[in-house]
Nanobody, 125 residues
C-alpha cells in the first residue's frame, strides 16, 4: 500500500493550496481518508477526514470554513483544498487511510492503518 501526498510548497498568508494524496494497491473506496499535520516542535494533529463514500466529513475547529476535503474514488485520490491560509497552518501534512467509517472515529490518528510520507506546507506572513 502506498499513499503519495503532493501539492505542498510555499504560500502567502491569505493564499490557497491544494494537496492531493494518491493511493495505490489499496481498495480505495473501502477506506475513509484523513489529513493530519505536524508543525515543528508540536504533536501531530487531526485536520480533516472523509468517509469512504464521501458523504460524511469532519474538520478540526482550526480549519473549519477554510479547508475542504474531497475524494475521487475513480482516481483513488483524496484532496485537501486549503484557503485563507495562515502562518499557523505551516506544517508537514500527512494523508492516512482507515477502515473505520463513522466520522466520530476519524479524528483519532491511531485508528488509521496506512500513512503517506507527508508534504510540507509553509505559509509566510
Amino acid at each position: 500500500v502506498q499513499l503519495q501526498a503532493s501539492g505542498g510548497g510555499l504560500a502567502q498568508a491569505g493564499g490557497s493550496r491544494r494537496l492531493s494524496c494518491a493511493a495505490s494497491e489499496l481498495t480505495f473506496s473501502r477506506y475513509s481518508m484523513g489529513w493530519f499535520r505536524q508543525a515543528p516542535g508540536k504533536e501531530r494533529e487531526f485536520v480533516a477526514a472523509i468517509n469512504w463514500g464521501g458523504g460524511s466529513t469532519s474538520y478540526a475547529d482550526s480549519v473549519k470554513g477554510r479547508f475542504t476535503i474531497s475524494r475521487d474514488n475513480a482516481k483513488n485520490t483524496v484532496y485537501l483544498q486549503m484557503n485563507s491560509l495562515k502562518p499557523e497552518d505551516t506544517a508537514v501534512y500527512y494523508c492516512a487511510a482507515t477502515t473505520y467509517q463513522s466520522v466520530r472515529y476519524l479524528e483519532t490518528g491511531r485508528l488509521y492503518d496506512y500513512w503517506g510520507q507527508g508534504t510540507l506546507v509553509t505559509v509566510s506572513s
